[in-house]
C-alpha cells in the first residue's frame, strides 16, 4: 500500500511524466534525459531517483554510462490507478456545486 | 486536501460507485440534473435532448479544446424526483459498451446532500479501460508539453 502511494505520487508531477515518456521511446542516460528540460541536472536528477525508487525506472549499466529505462510493468500496474478519474469527477461535481450556490 | 468525491471500483467488478457529498440542499442538487441551462454550465457540454421521465431520452454533445465534437446519449428509465434517476449512457463513435447508471440522491441536513452514482459496464475490461482514459489523457498532455519544449530547443 505504502509503495503504490509512492507510485501516484510519482507520476503525479508533471516533469516526472515528461520524463516517464521519454524514457518510454529509449533507454537514455542521465545527462541526456536532462537536456529536455530547463531545470537544473540537479532537479531532474532528483525526479530521476524517485521514478527509480518507486521501480518505474529501470537502471542499465552499459561500459562506463548508466542508461534508464521504463519498466512496463510498474506502468502497466499504474495504469490501473483511478485517481486521475477521481479528479475528473471531483472537478466536475465542484464545479455543479459552484454554479448551484448561485441559486440558493 | 480533503478528497471530497469517493471512487469505488473493487477488483473484478464490473462497476464503479461514485459518491459525493455537496454543500447544497437536495432540491438544488437534483436541480443540476435536470435543468438544461444548468447542466450545461457544470458539464460544459450542449444539451440537445433531454426527457425527464421514463423511455425519455437525452443527448448532450461536447466540443474540446481541439474543436472536435463528442457525442453523448442514453435513454432514461427511471425517474423520480430528488431521489433517483437511472438512465443508460453512451459514448458516440467510441468502442466503449453502453453502459448503466443509477443516480441515487439524498438528503443529509437542510443545506447538505449526497449523490451516489452506481456505473455498470459490460465487462470488467470496459470498466478498467475507462478508469484508464482520464490517465492516459494526463500522458498525452505531458508528452504534448515535452513536444512543445523539444521544438523550442530545436
Known sequence: MELRRDVFQAIADPTRRAIITLVALQAMTPTAIAENFDSSRQTISKHIQILTACELLEQEQSGREIYYHLNPHKMKEIADFIDPYRKLWDKRFDKLEAVMKKYK | MER???IEAEKSKQ????TREFDLP????FK???EPEILEQWMGTKVLKLENKPHGGWHFVTTDPMGNQHGFNGVIHEFLPNQKITRTFEMENSSFPVQLEFLEFESLTEGTSRLN???VFKSVEDRDNLLKLPFAQGLNMAHNRLQEIVSRIK
Open chain 2, 15 to 18: 462497476e464503479i460507485i461514485i
Open chain 2, 26 to 29: 437536495l432540491e438544488l442538487l
Open chain 2, 32 to 34: 443540476a440534473y435536470v
Open chain 2, 4 to 6: 471530497k468525491t469517493k
Open chain 2, 117 to 119: 452514482m452506481q456505473i
